[in-house]
């Protein structure tokens, strides 16, 4: 089994600045890529921002800018620095990873729990 365990959400003033954390534990032979979603009430989960073993990074546009995305593959680690917040970024931030438990066999998608980011004066 694979486990994401995600911190850093917390209440932050527009113009703000957070760092959200992902680590991956568990039966890991090797990971693909992780990244974070959000979800903000009414709306659907969209992809905000990943990286790939290789180091190739992907954002959504709205945070193009404002975000970046940092990787430690020692450590299963993925990191989300979010900076110039919006209160139209609150949202619930969930860790994704693509990851293969074994050497054999596909690889999974795995999810964390979920961490709110709520930007507001």
């Known amino acids: 089994q694979v486990q994401l365990t995600e911190s850093g959400g917390d209440l932050v003033q527009p113009g703000g600045s957070l760092e959200l954390s992902c680590t991956a534990s568990g039966s890991i032979f090797s990971t693909i890529s992780m990244g974070w979603y959000r979800q903000a009430p009414g709306k659907q989960r969209e992809l905000v921002a990943s990286i790939t073993s290789g180091g190739v990074r992907n954002y959504l546009d709205s945070v193009q800018g404002r975000f970046v995305i940092s990787g430690d593959r020692d450590k299963n680690t993925t990191y989300l620095q979010m900076n110039s917040l919006k209160p139209e970024d609150t949202a619930v931030y969930y860790c994704?990873?693509?990851?293969?438990?074994?050497?054999?066999?596909?690889?999974?998608?795995?999810w964390g729990q979920g961490t709110q980011v709520t930007v507001s004066s």
């Open positions: 994704n990873a693509r990851i293969f438990p074994s050497a054999v066999g596909p690889a999974y998608d795995y």
